[in-house]
Structures are given as C-alpha cells and as structure tokens.
C-alpha cells in the first residue's frame, strides 16, 4: 500500500467511524419543565431511545437541596440544551455534562422533596420525571391528622362539612388535541380540535362570570400540546378540577350520546383501543403504564365521584333541550389524566362521526347550551 492510498484509506476509515459512531449516539434535543412550590414536571426529549440509569444523590446534611441525576449513556446534549438557572417554585437548576466518553450527565438541584415518579413515552422519544414535595395521597393523611389533633386540643364539636366551593379557586379546561394533530374529523371537514377550543373558551367565560373561579386552557389558540404537558399545566397552576374535552368518533354512523372518563386501570381492550386513539401514545407505553401502577386509590375515588356527579348533571341538563343518550361514566386509561394532582376527567361531549351532531357542534347556539349544561352541572358539583 503506498503512502497515498493509506493515507485515503485512513481518511476514509476516520469518516466511517465518525458516520458510525454518531449514528450510534442519541441526541439530548430539548427540556421543558413546569414547577409550582410543591411539584416540578421535567421532560427529557431525544430522538431515540438510550439507555439510562436514574438516581436520587444522598440528601446533603447542611442544605436544603436534592439532587436528582439522570445518566443517558451513549447520548450526546445538542447546542441548543444548555445549563440553566430556574429558581421557580422548588425547581433551582439543571445542569449538563459529560460524566465519560459515552455518558451524558443531567444534574437537575431542587429543594428537598418526597417522592417522584418516571415515565417513558415514544414519538417522540422522551423521559417524564415528576417531583413532588408531598404526595397528595400523604399530605391529605397529614392534614386529617392535624385536624383531628385540633378538635381534641379544643374539645369543640365537629366543624360541618366544608361547601367544595369553600376550597375551589382553580378549574383548568383542556380542549383536546390542536395543531398538528385534528383529533377526529367529521365527514364534513369539521375537527375535532377546533370544536374542543371552541367549546373550553365558552366554558371558561361562562364558569367565570357565573361561578367566580378561575379558569385557565391548557391552549387558547391551535397548538399541539404533548399529552404531559397539559397536566403539567394543570398542576402548575394548583387546579382543583380538571377537565379534559373531547368528540368522538364510531364505525356507526349514527351512533350518538355523551360519556365521560376518569383515570383508572383497566382490561377492557375497546377502552384501551380508545385510550391509544385520544392519547396518540403506543400500545406498550400503556402496557409500560398499566405495569406502573401509578394511580393511588384515593385519588381515582375523587375522579370518580367527581366523573359522576358531573356526567349525570350535564347529560340531565342536555336531556332536557334535546334527546340526548347517556354513554355513562367508565374509566380509561387516558395518559392525559396522568399525573394530575386533582380530580380529573375527560367528557366526550358527542359524536362528530354522526353527521347530525357535526352540523350541531358548528352552531354556536348549540355550543352554547352545551357549555350551559356543563357549567350548571359544575356548579350543583361544587354546591354553590
Ligand atoms: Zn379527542
């Protein structure tokens, strides 16, 4: 081999490994996080899936700090990913860097907190770490405790129940799907999306005026939302009710009614079917889910009561304007319920595969008794 071929050959050789070797490595493309004073929600985007470890370093005597690591291995952090100082809520920084050749760090400084939970999801492929100071399920148990305490310190009667409304400052409303992706479309053109909006902006106006609580959408114009950042959203802003709205769609063309959902483990395989549709996640991402386990009894129990009382109140309202047939209340494993720290539901307000109820969703008349319903329904729930 002469010295000119060699040096080709070698020229050569270095691009193939270079090709192979960063074809090899996954790309760290992008963090979003959301974070109140007792929860932080941290996404790690990256375009392919990496193996990684994940761990919680010994909680250090003198601060007040955690420090929660994520190891991606064979993973590079593009140009655009760079340390940051945040300082919102309990979130204080994150911090990048290469613990060897092959390994990427994330360093992500938060106050103290209880517990966590860590979920994967593809397309595209990304890490969901939520933190929590007190898990909900604990704080309520606490809060029952101190209570108790107190009436045994006073040795007064029992206080009467609460109203809900006493407690009630935040509703969050989530119009289902948006921008690139339409949700269900009627054989008319007419997207689910765009009805979903339509419907949570007259709901909020309608919820504010007539029930004074705040109303916040997880989007007020057409952008697509991951499914986790809606209750990220939900639960940064302290919401005490969630709710997520949808149309549906059947085979059957005239298939009509209302249904609405919350968060629970199920078998059922048309549920799960269902759930693969409105979440746009992989069958073995809600298999991974159901092998989680990561709803707590008393948290699916509001959802449940919360389901009810709504779906029972609004189809009645509906039945009374025009027939209206009840699908009933079920539960689903819909991954846009995950996570959320309040009752949360999602309603399937009609059917936009039926062609009767399509022309209904676009007049505006009708929209409104829709949301009228809802609202008088939300407030019998939050005995106003
Ligand atoms: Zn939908």
Redesign the pocket.
């Known amino acids: 081999m002469t010295y000119i071929k060699l040096k080709t050959y070698c020229v050569f050789w270095l691009l193939v490994s270079q090709l192979a070797f960063s074809s090899e490595f996954a790309q760290l493309k992008k963090i979003r996080y959301w974070s109140s004073d007792d929860y932080v929600r941290v996404v790690l985007y990256l375009d392919k899936e990496t193996p990684h470890k994940l761990f919680r370093l010994k909680k250090e005597k003198v601060k007040e700090s955690d420090r929660f690591v994520v190891d991606l291995y064979n993973t590079d952090v593009d140009v655009a990913v760079k340390d940051q100082t945040i300082n919102k809520g309990f979130f204080k920084r994150i911090r990048f860097g290469k613990h060897d050749n092959q390994t990427l760090r994330v360093v992500l400084d938060l106050e103290l907190f209880n517990s966590q939970s860590i979920q994967k999801f593809h397309e595209p492929y990304r890490i969901v770490l939520d933190f929590y100071k007190e898990a909900p399920a604990e704080r309520a148990i606490r809060e029952k405790l101190t209570e108790a305490q107190k009436m045994r310190d006073t040795l007064e009667p029992s206080p009467p129940p609460k109203k809900r409304s006493a407690n009630m400052t935040t509703i969050v409303l989530d119009p ?2 948006g921008g690139r992706d339409p ?2 479309i009627g054989k008319n053109g007419t997207m ?1 999306k765009d009805i ?1 909006l339509k419907i949570a902006r007259k709901l909020k106006k309608l919820i504010s005026e007539q029930l004074k609580i705040n109303v916040v959408l997880t989007r007020n114009d057409d952008t697509y939302l991951d499914l986790e950042e809606r209750t990220a959203i939900a639960n940064e802003h302290n919401g005490d009710l969630f709710i997520s709205i ?2 549906n769609s059947s085979p059957m063309a005239n298939t009509t009614g209302i249904e609405t959902f919350y968060l629970d483990l199920t078998t059922d395989r048309a549920t799960r079917r269902l759930a693969a549709r ?1 979440n746009l996640i992989q069958e073995k991402d809600i298999v991974d889910y159901f092998k989680l386990n990561l709803v707590k009894v008393s948290e699916a129990n509001q959802s449940a009561t919360f389901a009810t009382d709504f779906h029972n109140g609004f189809v009645k309202t509906m039945d009374q304007k025009c027939e209206t047939r009840d699908l009933g209340v079920k539960k689903a494993l819909f991954y846009v319920l995950w996570g959320a720290r309040m009752p949360s539901i999602l309603t399937e307000v009609g059917f936009l595969s039926n062609k009767k109820e399509e022309k209904q969703f676009n007049n505006d008349a009708y929209l409104n008794s829709v949301c009228e319903a809802m609202t008088k329904s939300l407030k019998d729930y939050i005995k106003l």
């Open positions: 289902g799907h949700g269900t689910e979903t949808h149309l409105e």
